[in-house]
T-cell receptor, first 115, second 113 residues
């Protein structure tokens, strides 16, 4: 079974500061991992995905994440926060089956950006 | 390109009334389809998924049902709504070739009064 733990339900940063959102996973098989962003009253948008190629994954809006197998982590970072980054972020791990998969999501981290 | 639609965007229904939420996907064929519910402070809960027409799998026992009458149409229903059915309902699709990232619709906000 897969599981995801996101450390910190809320993270506050100042505009221009480093963003670090933490995600640890548990998986019995090599995982596919994802980060999604959700703005208020909208659906989830895929930020980036890890699919067992490069361990450092670059996504949209300047975000990137690094897969560390030894630490079972997939933390999301951005060098400089922008006000428009304020949103809720979800880490997810995929349970692969033949022809389909289900995603197990973390509980989400709300990113607050102050001027 | 692929797009996913959900309607209605918002819905206010009394307890005991029926429910029908619709999700359609364009620009792809034979997608896997998913219904999630997002309740305040409780993250995303997978309700149903479907790998083909008429094939529905339920993740949790509940007051809701799902149907897939056409390849790119996924419907969430209830015969009698409960207060606990309130939430934000999200439909998602993925292709069948991996790595199975899911693409989400805009969601339906359901308030049961």
């Amino acid at each position: 079974a897969q599981s995801v733990t996101q450390l910190g339900s809320h993270v506050s940063v100042s505009e221009g500061a480093l963003v670090l959102l933490r995600c640890n996973y548990s998986s019995s098989v090599p995982p596919y991992l994802f980060w999604y962003v959700q703005y208020p009253n909208q659906g989830l948008q895929l930020l980036l995905k890890y699919t067992s190629a490069a361990t450092l994954v670059k996504g949209i809006n300047g975000f990137e994440a690094e897969f560390k197998k030894s630490e079972t982590s997939f933390h999301l970072t951005k060098p400089s926060a922008h006000m428009s980054d304020a949103a809720e972020y979800f880490c997810a791990v995929s349970a692969r089956n033949s022809g389909y998969s289900t995603l197990t999501f973390g509980k989400g981290t709300m990113l607050l950006v102050s001027p | 390109s692929q797009t996913i639609h959900q309607w209605p965007a918002t819905l206010v229904q009394p307890v005991g009334s029926p429910l029908s939420l619709e999700c359609t996907v364009e620009g792809t064929s034979n997608p896997n389809l998913y219904w999630y519910r997002q309740a305040a402070g409780r993250g995303l809960q997978l309700l149903f998924y479907s790998v083909g027409i008429g094939q529905i799998s339920s993740e949790v026992p509940q007051n809701l049902s799902a149907s897939r009458p056409q390849d790119r149409q996924f419907i969430l229903s209830s015969k009698k709504l409960l207060l606990s059915d309130s939430g934000f309902y999200l439909c998602a699709w993925t292709d069948t070739t991996g790595p199975y990232e899911q693409y989400f619709g805009p969601g339906t906000r359901l308030t049961v009064t």
